[in-house]
Nanobody, 122 residues
Framework: VQLVESGGGSVQAGGSLRLSCAAS????????MAWFRQAPGKAREGVAS????????EYATSVKGRFTISQDNAKNTVYLQMNDLQPEDTAMYYC?????????????????WGQGTQVTVS
């Protein structure tokens, strides 16, 4: 299983970025895909998740209304559209995957991880 993130970068406050996570070697039936982030000196926190069956999504309170997670099952890719970015959103963003029924945003639930993509907001 390989998860490859892309789309990170540096933006000014109020700007937008779209992250992508391409999954390979992984069957997405009844699968959860999620985005986590980790800022320097802080614990990794869940940002958003999506279930490939039905497309149910979950969001951290801090990003609701600003971030949108979506999926393209044909491309085995999950996206995170991030709008109105703020300096507190600065972090390394990681894609995670796990065959679950409920896509909860708890780090220990996920066993498959990407290498991360850096997002910096100034």
């Amino acid at each position: 299983v390989q998860l490859v993130e892309s789309g990170g970068g540096s933006v000014q406050a109020g700007g937008s970025l779209r992250l992508s996570c391409a999954a390979s070697g992984y069957t997405r039936s009844r699968n959860c895909m999620a985005w986590f982030r980790q800022a320097p000196g802080k614990a990794r926190e869940g940002v958003a998740s999506i279930n490939s069956v039905g497309g149910r999504t979950e969001y951290a309170t801090s990003v609701k209304g600003r971030f949108t997670i979506s999926q393209d099952n044909a491309k085995n890719t999950v996206y995170l559209q991030m709008n109105d970015l703020q300096p507190e959103d600065t972090a390394m963003y990681y894609c995670a995957a796990e065959p679950l029924v409920y896509c909860i945003l708890i780090e220990s639930t996920y066993n498959y991880w990407g290498q991360g993509t850096q997002v910096t907001v100034s």
